[in-house]
């Protein structure tokens, strides 16, 4: 299941286990967001906007938008290389200083 905003009873039946509930919270509708949410909201983008980052210099600046199965190995190491290069994209301004 991937959702950008989850109900709260599925929120209170998962953090019932301890465990931490990192869903974007959700104002009511007509309504305004409590601050504590916003703030809650805050992080989990910031921390998605750092996940997301590398997989958009890969489809963006290297075009990788779909892939074609061309065998496993093939592709697992085209994959690997554009990563490689994604990463070394992301440092270049480091790398040059």
């Given at each position: 299941?991937?959702?950008?905003?989850?109900?709260?009873?599925?929120?209170?039946?998962?953090?019932?286990?301890?465990?931490?509930?990192?869903?974007?919270?959700?104002?009511?509708?007509?309504g305004?967001?409590?601050?504590?949410?916003?703030?809650?909201?805050?992080?989990?983008?910031?921390?998605?906007?750092?996940?997301?980052?590398?997989?958009r210099?890969?489809?963006?600046?290297?075009?990788?938008?779909k892939?074609?199965?061309?065998?496993?190995?093939k592709?697992?190491?085209?994959?690997?290389?554009?990563?490689?290069?994604?990463?070394?994209?992301?440092?270049?301004?480091?790398?040059?200083?």
């Amino acid at each position: 299941m991937d959702k950008g905003y989850v109900s709260a009873e599925r929120e209170a039946a998962f953090t019932k286990d301890g465990k931490v509930w990192g869903v974007m919270r959700k104002a009511p509708k007509g309504g305004k967001l409590d601050p504590i949410d916003e703030k809650i909201n805050r992080v989990i983008a910031m921390v998605r906007a750092k996940v997301e980052h590398p997989f958009r210099v890969l489809k963006r600046q290297f075009g990788h938008v779909k892939t074609r199965y061309r065998g496993l190995a093939k592709n697992r190491a085209q994959l690997f290389t554009l990563f490689a290069l994604g990463n070394l994209f992301l440092v270049r301004r480091r790398l040059l200083a």
